[in-house]
């Protein structure tokens, strides 16, 4: 590793003091958890490796430590300038800091380890970009349904406004068929009415001329008996 080569330090270790570079024999501590795979501790250096394991174990393994790390130095900010004013919390950051002051870099990864991190990078790529299919493919039989959906609400709704125009339609018709018999009824009892008036005015007056008549017999038979 070239001298003047600056300290690259992982993100899930603490970060080291300005200028600072590991001494000869130096070891991090197995507390930090291992650099990212393929993380480069100098410019010069080739990628760092660990044993082969999965990207999600990898993946906690990082986060986990970067968190509490990062709790620690925001702490410390927030209680002014950087440090912290609670005395086990700026000896967690001093302790991990000072705690660069031994060991070496971890060795350098094998063309194995970065061939099988490709293909789980690849893998992981590929289930990413099904699920992502899955899920435009599911939003839309979901859009197509409430599509359907709508629709078929919006034929349902004019089939009864239909029926109901209809049915007014229809009881109007029979309304007006009801008022045109009703007068036709009335009509005809008052024609029917009408008749039996001048059947009864002809009787009366036959029987009327009857009588007159009969008068008229009976005078002309008196005058000439007498």
Same mark, same amino acid.
């Not at 080739?46 to 490796?49: A, D, H, K, L």
């Not at 991190?117 to 992981?124: I, L, V, W």
């Not at 009787?203 to 009857?210: F, L």
């Given at each position: 590793m070239p001298s003047s080569a600056p300290w690259n330090s992982p993100p899930n270790w603490p970060t080291p003091p300005p200028g600072w570079r590991p $001494?000869?024999?130096?070891q991090p501590d197995p507390a930090w958890g291992p650099a990212p795979e393929g993380w480069r501790f100098t410019e010069g250096q080739?990628?760092?490796?660990d044993s082969p394991r999965r990207p999600f174990y990898r993946m906690k393994r990082v986060i986990i430590p970067s968190a509490i790390l990062g709790l620690l130095v925001i702490g410390g900010a927030v209680n002014g300038n950087g440090a912290s004013n609670d005395p086990g +919390?700026? +000896?967690a950051v001093s302790t991990l800091t000072a705690a660069f002051t031994?060991?070496?870099? %971890?060795?350098?990864?094998? $063309?194995? +380890?970065d061939a099988g991190?490709?293909? =789980? #990078?690849? /893998?992981?790529a590929k289930q990413a970009a099904d699920a992502a299919k899955q899920a435009a493919d599911a939003k839309q039989a979901a859009d197509a349904a409430a599509t359907k959906q709508a629709a078929d609400a919006a034929d349902a709704a004019k089939q009864a406004a239909d029926a109901a125009a209809a049915k007014q339609t229809a009881d109007a018709a029979a309304a007006a068929a009801k008022q045109a018999a /009703?007068? %036709?009824a009335?009509? =005809? %009892?008052? /024609?029917?009415?009408a008749t039996k008036q001048a059947v009864d005015a002809a #009787?009366?007056? =036959? %029987?009327? /001329?009857?009588a007159a008549a009969k008068q008229a017999a009976d005078a002309a038979a008196a005058k000439q008996a007498a």
């Open positions: $001494p000869p024999g130096w080739g990628r760092s490796g +919390t700026a +000896t031994s060991g070496s870099p %971890a060795p350098a990864s094998s $063309p194995a +380890t991190d490709a293909k =789980q #990078a690849a /893998d992981a /009703d007068a %036709a009335a009509k =005809q %009892a008052a /024609d029917a009415a #009787a009366a007056k =036959q %029987a009327a /001329d009857a």
